[in-house]
């Protein structure tokens, strides 16, 4: 008598068996869980017309303010981006201003430096006491020539420019102040101490005879 085991053909045809029993109750387990689910479906209660209205007017109007939002903030970028621009632009017209205005100053002071008699009356200014080339420089300034004024204290000796200014800052600081900035302007490089009134100890230790001791 032959035994079961030995057979590997009937092995192989059981296992296929089994096989495709287990295939046949998965299936009817799925088809038997959706009918469930139809019938507990079908026994809810059907969902009022009014409640889908609403519901549907609902998502609409999310869906507009959505899209306001997005074109507001759209907007607000567009606004953005042309206060850039016109800031931009006011920036360039102001530097294209500056350019303009430093170019003409230097053909103003060219012109005045490039005179015959510039040289002449800058030696006359140097060859004066710091208080008399002061007073002379003062009326040049009063007859609305600080261009000129500019020019002189420019083409000075540094030593002499800087008594000069030291004259005009005991009388007129705000007149000093503005002519540093003028010469600052021009590229002239000044003291630290340029345009302020001298301590007492710095005019004893110019002037010799002031301090006996």
Same mark, same amino acid.
């Given at each position: 008598?032959?035994?079961?085991w030995a057979n590997p053909q009937r092995r192989w045809v059981g296992k296929?068996?089994? !096989?495709?029993?287990?295939?046949? &109750?998965? =299936?009817?387990?799925?088809?038997? %869980?959706? $009918?469930?689910?139809?019938?507990? @479906?079908?026994?809810?209660?059907?969902?009022?017309?009014?409640?889908?209205?609403?519901?549907?007017?609902?998502?609409?109007?999310?869906?507009?303010?959505?899209?306001?939002?997005?074109?507001?903030?759209?907007?607000?970028?567009?606004q953005s981006l042309l206060r850039l621009q016109t800031n931009l632009e006011?920036?360039?017209?102001?530097?294209?201003?500056?350019?303009?205005?430093?170019?003409?100053?230097? !053909?103003?002071?060219?012109?005045? &430096?490039? =005179?015959?008699?510039?040289?002449? %009356?800058? $030696?006359?200014?140097?060859?004066? @006491?710091?208080?008399?080339?002061?007073?002379?420089?003062?009326?040049?300034?009063?007859?609305?020539?600080?261009?000129?004024?500019?020019?002189?204290?420019?083409?000075?000796?540094?030593?002499?420019?800087?008594?000069?200014?030291?004259?005009?800052?005991?009388?007129?600081?705000?007149?000093a102040a503005g002519l540093l900035e003028r010469l600052r302007t021009r590229?002239?490089?000044?003291?630290?101490?340029?345009?302020?009134?001298?301590?007492?100890?710095? =005019?004893?230790?110019?002037?010799? %005879?002031?301090?006996?001791?």
């Amino acid at each position: 008598m032959s035994k079961p085991w030995a057979n590997p053909q009937r092995r192989w045809v059981g296992k296929a068996e089994v !096989k495709a029993a287990v295939a046949d &109750e998965q =299936a009817k387990a799925e088809e038997a %869980a959706r $009918a469930a689910a139809h019938e507990a @479906k079908m026994a809810e209660p059907p969902i009022p017309a009014s409640q889908v209205i609403a519901a549907s007017m609902q998502k609409q109007d999310m869906d507009v303010q959505t899209t306001l939002r997005k074109q507001r903030e759209l907007e607000d970028l567009r606004q953005s981006l042309l206060r850039l621009q016109t800031n931009l632009e006011q920036r360039e017209s102001a530097l294209a201003k500056r350019v303009m205005e430093f170019e003409d100053a230097k !053909k103003r002071y060219a012109d005045i &430096e490039g =005179a015959a008699q510039f040289k002449t %009356a800058l $030696a006359t200014l140097e060859g004066q @006491k710091a208080k008399d080339a002061k007073a002379m420089l003062q009326s040049l300034l009063d007859n609305q020539q600080q261009d000129q004024v500019v020019a002189y204290l420019a083409r000075m000796d540094e030593g002499k420019r800087s008594k000069v200014m030291a004259e005009f800052a005991k009388e007129s600081p705000t007149v000093a102040a503005g002519l540093l900035e003028r010469l600052r302007t021009r590229g002239v490089a000044m003291s630290p101490d340029a345009g302020s009134e001298p301590s007492p100890a710095s =005019a004893n230790a110019a002037n010799p %005879a002031a301090n006996p001791g």
